[in-house]
């Protein structure tokens, strides 16, 4: 016998399967992760003054987020293609530490969350920071990608405390 799977991605077996979400409720749901990017000051620097020769970073790693978060569906294989309502990418540049921090908060009407494509919009960003500064700093370091907080569904709202 096996025991009941609290992780829906797999069926009683423990075969992995795509939750069937059909006859769920559609509601409003928001998801905002975030994450940062740490790097030389001489990065940091190019950056913020808009001075790297490839171009506007932050405007690219921003719409690469977006592109990003349209398209989980193709990148998790469990996720279902979902008609995201709005995204929004926010960067705070932290000058003592070089940090560069990123909040992504997606939502959506419809009968799935949207955490995935929240953090996979702050992953991307940031891997596209990255890409657009390599030739500067290969050292650059990408962390703290969390979950910040979610609300709608059954589970209801999810907020990161301060000590998480």
Do not use: W
């Not at 030389?40 to 719409?63: H, P, T, Y």
């Amino acid at each position: 016998m096996v025991e009941h799977n609290p992780l829906t991605h797999f069926d009683e077996a423990g075969n992995a399967r795509m939750v069937d979400v059909g006859a769920k409720q559609a509601s409003r749901r928001v998801a905002t992760a975030a994450g940062r990017i740490t790097m030389s000051r001489q990065a940091f620097e190019l950056i913020r003054d808009g001075q790297v020769k490839k171009g506007d970073v932050l405007g690219v790693a921003r719409i690469a987020g977006v592109m990003a978060a349209k398209k989980v569906d193709q990148l998790i294989p469990l996720c279902h293609p979902l008609a995201i309502t709005g995204i929004d990418i926010a960067f705070r540049l932290e000058e003592g530490s070089t940090t560069i921090h990123i909040e992504a908060t997606v939502s959506i009407t419809g009968q799935t969350g949207v955490e995935m494509e929240a953090l996979t919009a702050v992953s991307v960003s940031a891997l596209t920071i990255y890409d657009m500064c390599k030739a500067i700093d290969k050292t650059m370091e990408i962390g703290g990608i969390c979950l910040l907080k979610k609300s709608g569904g059954k589970s209801g709202v999810f907020e990161r405390s301060a000590a998480s």
